[in-house]
């Protein structure tokens, strides 16, 4: 059976995130997010922060990441350290099109990235959302099989 194509679900998902970030005030960006030690900015920044970002440097990202997520994420942020609000929105807004590492698994990785994510801004600000259930049903489908997530040891039967 063919795995359906997420891609088209991965830049809805992006264009709803688009569409909060510009609604942000100054201290809601600089606030912790659910992630460890990344305030909204921070997570906003990661989610597209593989865009364009040809295999080579994503290669060389792993490596000086020294293979553990965490870490390659703090690399990969690197890039975009210097940008203000604007800059993020503006990163943001030309990447609602997954590229790169985020369109594997046919748009697996930036459709439950991006769902995941958009939580771990909302949820601390007290912004809940309905997830459309043509996004949120592939999303968790794909995260249970994704060996970097908790989301099988989490799920209840």
Same mark, same amino acid.
């Given at each position: 059976? #063919?795995?359906?194509?997420?891609?088209?679900?991965?830049?809805?998902? %992006?264009? /709803?995130?688009?569409?909060?970030?510009?609604?942000?005030?100054?201290?809601?960006?600089?606030?912790? *997010?659910?992630?460890?030690?990344?305030?909204?900015? &921070?997570?906003? !920044?990661?989610?597209? *922060?593989?865009?364009?970002? *040809? =295999?080579?440097? =994503?290669?060389? =990202?792993?490596?000086?990441? $020294?293979?553990? !997520? @965490?870490?390659?994420?703090?690399?990969?942020?690197?890039?975009?350290?210097?940008? /203000?609000?604007?800059?993020?929105? /503006?990163?943001?807004?030309?990447?609602?099109?997954?590229?790169?590492?985020?369109?594997?698994?046919?748009? @697996?990785?930036?459709?439950? &990235? $991006? !769902?995941?994510?958009?939580? /771990?801004?909302?949820?601390?600000?007290?912004?809940?959302?309905?997830?459309?259930?043509? %996004?949120?049903?592939?999303?968790? !489908?794909? #995260?249970?099989?994704?060996?970097?997530?908790? *989301?099988?040891?989490?799920?209840?039967?």
């Amino acid at each position: 059976m #063919s795995k359906p194509d997420l891609m088209p679900h991965a830049a809805e998902e %992006r264009a /709803d995130l688009l569409a909060l970030l510009r609604e942000l005030n100054p201290a809601q960006w600089n606030a912790q *997010s659910l992630c460890t030690n990344w305030r909204i900015r &921070d997570v906003a !920044t990661h989610i597209v *922060s593989y865009n364009k970002v *040809s =295999t080579a440097a =994503t290669v060389a =990202t792993f490596l000086r990441g $020294g293979l553990r !997520t @965490g870490s390659v994420n703090e690399v990969a942020l690197t890039r975009y350290r210097d940008l /203000d609000t604007d800059g993020i929105i /503006d990163l943001v807004a030309r990447n609602q099109h997954p590229s790169g590492l985020p369109t594997g698994f046919k748009g @697996g990785i930036a459709l439950t &990235d $991006g !769902t995941i994510h958009h939580q /771990d801004i909302r949820r601390p600000q007290g912004l809940p959302r309905a997830i459309p259930e043509h %996004r949120l049903v592939p999303a968790l !489908t794909f #995260s249970l099989g994704a060996l970097a997530l908790p *989301s099988k040891g989490n799920a209840r039967v």
